[in-house]
């Protein structure tokens, strides 16, 4: 079985947020990272290259393949930022309906930038994804 390439890692995330070369997307980097930390209590660590993660769990699917990764996250990409916090819960669907101008994958919020979005509402799906993935995978450091 191949190793998960997105782990823990020792890397710096105000270096890694250093490299970003637009100052706004930098700053709404900076704003995520109070937000989640807020939401988590938990420092914000690097996962992979890319990736500030805050908190953590264990997965395991059906098939038995299990990991580590953050409870919440973001990557500022070219695009856009990525915000790894759907996680499936039930209020999710109405509470990105009221969050603004956005697109979605399966556990992937897209965003150009925080301007676009209601903040409380995006607090609310951070909060609800953290309350949804600790009910689902209990016992979790």
């Known amino acids: 079985m191949a190793e998960a390439k997105t782990k823990l890692t020792e890397k710096s995330v105000d270096s890694f947020i250093g490299t970003v070369e637009d100052d ?3 700053e709404d980097c900076y704003n995520i990272i109070n937000l989640m930390e807020k939401a988590t209590a938990e420092k914000p660590k690097m996962w992979g290259p890319a990736i500030v993660g805050f908190g953590k769990y264990t997965y395991k699917y059906e ?3 299990s990991g580590e990764i953050c409870m919440v996250g973001f990557s500022p990409r070219k695009a856009n930022i990525t915000l790894y916090i ?3 819960f039930s ?3 109405e509470l990105l309906q009221q969050l603004g101008k956005h697109k979605s994958g399966k556990g992937c919020l897209y965003i150009k930038k925080l301007a676009d979005v209601n903040i409380n509402v995006l607090e609310s799906l ?3 994804s953290i309350r949804f993935l600790k009910e689902k995978y209990p016992n979790q450091a």
């Open 126 to 128: 951070i909060k609800e």
């Open 91 to 93: 209020q999710q669907a």
């Open 86 to 88: 759907l996680a499936g």
């Open 24 to 26: 706004k997307v930098r």
């Open 63 to 65: 098939s038995g393949r």
